[in-house]
């Protein structure tokens, strides 16, 4: 799945590309593409893209009104421009009298450019989503399989400064319970969004913004192995499993490392390693003319099982779980010992 360095380095790109350009229509290509109601998308026809930013593993593509399109208001049928004369976003300046189209890529998903002149089929293979623009530049959401669980959230105003503020608070879910005959906690989640009408409640710090201080505090709320710790978009948000391998490689600290036991110098290494990670990544993301694969991101032990480790020379290790792997130098990160391939190893510390 894409993390902070691919998603802002992909706002970045569609940004340099599109920002300015007058949004023309709209539409969706799948019932399951959007995922709230009102405002309704086509209230931004009409309106320039003003800025494509990034929360998150979120994309944030805010229009906004201007003089010569300004926001509709009114009772009656949609006007000239395809947007709705109810119900959409106020011109009060309350809200900054925008839009931002919040796209979560999950792990498969894109959001691809379309090129003036591109053939457009009606029904794109994995087509979800699709924004056409005055001049004839075109951003597709796609998402292959069966399962679409990438989306887009409609949420009015800017979401720049604090996303959390466009929808009032919904009711956090409760703490996944541990399971009490096997000690074992449930496994954190990095893919699903919030189900919520924001998908910004109950998200954590973006993971780059947290300080020492701020995760030693984390870290005493939050029990749990580091890797699960450093995954749970509810206490830090934008990482993954690339990136927790990465960073826990990094931080030379066990994946399994209880984050109630680790004292402030290890909460410090954590944060070393996840701005030196992330700022890695998004160097190299910056070099290439659209988002990676996951095989060509950057990586000393994640996917590398068998792999000598580029740091100690030990071989890359892995404990391996039904969907994904953690990978693990146990020369780096464990004092040479070997973790058992299972949830319940010994050699949690």
């Given at each position: 799945?894409p993390e902070?360095?691919?998603?802002?380095?992909?706002?970045?790109?569609?940004?340099?590309?599109?920002?300015?350009?007058?949004?023309?229509?709209?539409?969706?290509?799948?019932?399951?593409?959007?995922?709230?109601?009102?405002?309704?998308?086509?209230?931004?026809?009409?309106?320039?893209?003003?800025?494509?930013g990034q929360?998150?593993?979120?994309?944030?593509?805010?229009?906004?009104?201007?003089?010569?399109?300004?926001?509709?208001?009114?009772?009656?049928?949609?006007?000239?421009?395809?947007?709705?004369?109810?119900?959409?976003?106020?011109?009060?300046?309350?809200?900054?009298?925008?839009?931002?189209?919040?796209?979560?890529?999950?792990?498969?998903?894109?959001?691809?450019?379309?090129?003036?002149?591109?053939?457009?089929?009606?029904?794109?293979?994995?087509?979800?989503?699709?924004?056409?623009?005055?001049?004839?530049?075109?951003?597709?959401?796609?998402?292959?399989?069966?399962?679409?669980?990438?989306?887009?959230?409609?949420?009015?105003?800017?979401?720049?400064?604090?996303?959390?503020?466009?929808?009032?608070?919904?009711?956090?879910?409760?703490?996944?319970?541990?399971?009490?005959?096997?000690?074992?906690?449930?496994?954190?989640t990095d893919?699903?969004?919030?189900?919520?009408?924001?998908?910004?409640?109950?998200?954590?710090?973006?993971?780059?913004?947290?300080?020492?201080?701020?995760?030693?505090?984390?870290?005493?709320?939050?029990?749990?192995?580091?890797?699960?710790?450093?995954?749970?978009?509810?206490?830090?948000?934008?990482?993954?499993?690339?990136?927790?391998?990465?960073?826990?490689?990094?931080?030379?600290?066990?994946?399994?490392?209880?984050?109630?036991?680790?004292?402030?110098?290890?909460?410090?290494?954590?944060?070393?390693?996840?701005?030196?990670?992330?700022?890695?990544?998004?160097?190299?993301?910056?070099?290439?003319?659209?988002?990676?694969?996951?095989?060509?991101?950057?990586?000393?032990?994640?996917?590398?099982?068998?792999?000598?480790?580029?740091?100690?020379?030990?071989?890359?290790?892995?404990?391996?779980?039904?969907?994904?792997?953690?990978?693990?130098?146990?020369?780096?990160?464990?004092?040479?010992?070997?973790?058992?391939?299972?949830?319940?190893?010994?050699?949690?510390?």
């Amino acid at each position: 799945m894409p993390e902070i360095p691919e998603i802002r380095a992909h706002a970045e790109r569609l940004e340099a590309l599109a920002a300015g350009e007058v949004l023309k229509r709209v539409e969706p290509l799948s019932f399951t593409a959007f995922k709230t109601a009102s405002p309704p998308p086509s209230d931004a026809v009409g309106w320039p893209l003003c800025s494509v930013g990034q929360r998150a593993k979120y994309l944030l593509l805010r229009f906004a009104p201007t003089p010569e399109a300004p926001v509709a208001s009114g009772e009656g049928a949609d006007d000239a421009t395809g947007r709705s004369g109810a119900g959409g976003a106020s011109g009060d300046g309350e809200d900054g009298g925008g839009l931002t189209f919040v796209v979560h890529l999950m792990q498969g998903g894109r959001l691809r450019v379309l090129k003036p002149g591109a053939k457009r089929p009606r029904r794109p293979r994995d087509g979800l989503v699709r924004f056409e623009f005055e001049s004839g530049l075109g951003l597709l959401l796609t998402e292959p399989g069966t399962q679409k669980r990438a989306g887009v959230w409609v949420l009015a105003g800017d979401l720049a400064a604090d996303p959390s503020s466009a929808d009032p608070p919904a009711t956090p879910e409760p703490e996944p319970a541990t399971d009490r005959s096997t000690g074992v906690e449930p496994e954190a989640t990095d893919a699903t969004p919030p189900a919520t009408t924001n998908p910004f409640i109950g998200l954590g710090p973006e993971a780059t913004d947290v300080d020492p201080a701020h995760m030693a505090e984390l870290m005493a709320a939050h029990s749990a192995r580091l890797h699960n710790f450093l995954r749970d978009q509810r206490v830090i948000s934008g990482l993954g499993r690339r990136m927790a391998n990465e960073i826990c490689h990094r931080a030379k600290l066990s994946p399994f490392a209880s984050t109630a036991k680790l004292d402030a110098d290890a909460g410090s290494r954590v944060v070393a390693a996840i701005g030196a990670v992330v700022d890695e990544s998004l160097t190299a993301e910056r070099q290439l003319a659209q988002m990676s694969r996951s095989a060509e991101r950057p990586s000393a032990v994640h996917a590398r099982t068998g792999q000598l480790c580029p740091v100690c020379g030990d071989v890359v290790r892995a404990v391996e779980y039904r969907d994904y792997s953690v990978n693990y130098c146990a020369g780096c990160q464990t004092g040479g010992r070997v973790l058992a391939d299972n949830t319940t190893s010994k050699f949690l510390r």
